[in-house]
Structure formats: structure tokens, C-alpha cells
């Protein structure tokens, strides 16, 4: 059995990432999934996200983590290492799911039209 090469990282009570997981499974793609409250934002990760990405992608400025924290911490985000030091201490300020694609392609958010487009030809 060959080990999955998609992964989906984000937080299980997610109602966005439990669609996406649904999703996937519908569509028969074998993944990984990556809960970030057990095992944490992996770093280098978060920075190939950001690379692929951009930071403002990643930041969930609409959900209610992001809407939690402090005005001062909030206005300190302003560029890729400000928005690295947050999203790690506070992974549910992460858009989810993050998905790193079999192909090496990353995307952030569901969608499932845009999803069917990233899923490998059968």
C-alpha cells in the first residue's frame, strides 16, 4: 500500500475541514491529514506556504481566532515573518485547510470547482 501524498493540514472540528476531508474521500484521494492542535504548524512548512502562497493568504483575518486577539497583536502583522510569528502561536488564525497537492501545488481555503482542477487526471 503506497503511503498517501496529499496533505491536509488543519484543525478536525473545522466545519471547512471537514468538508474538504469529505470531499476528498468522495473523490477517492488518498491523503494525509495534519492536525495542527496535536502536532502543532510545522515551520518549514508555513514558510513554503507563504512562498507559494503569499502571508496575506494564510491569515484568516475573518474567523473568530483572528477576531480574539488583541488590536496590538493584530496590527503587528504586516509581513511574512510578523504573520510567521502569529500563525505559529496561534494556528487557528491559519485559512484552512492548507493542502500540499501530490503534485507539489498548494492551496489554502476549500473550493470544490477549484479542487476538481488540482486533482490528478484518472
Known amino acids: 500500500m503506497n503511503s498517501p501524498t496529499t496533505i491536509v493540514y488543519g484543525i478536525p472540528n473545522c466545519d471547512t475541514v471537514k468538508k474538504a476531508r469529505a470531499w476528498l474521500s468522495a473523490q477517492g484521494v488518498d491523503y494525509q491529514f495534519h492536525d495542527f492542535k496535536k502536532l502543532g504548524v510545522p515551520p518549514t512548512r508555513l514558510a513554503a506556504w507563504q512562498a507559494a502562497l503569499g502571508w496575506e493568504k494564510l491569515v ?60 490528478p487526471p484518472r
Open 60 to 119: 484568516n483575518r475573518q474567523g473568530t481566532s483572528w477576531r480574539k486577539l488583541d488590536a496590538a497583536t493584530q496590527a503587528g502583522v504586516h509581513d511574512a515573518a510578523s504573520a510567521s510569528t502569529v500563525l505559529q502561536a496561534q494556528p487557528s488564525t491559519i485559512k484552512r485547510p492548507v493542502v500540499e497537492w501530490a503534485d507539489g501545488r498548494i492551496s489554502c481555503g476549500f473550493d470544490a470547482q477549484r479542487w476538481s482542477e488540482l486533482l
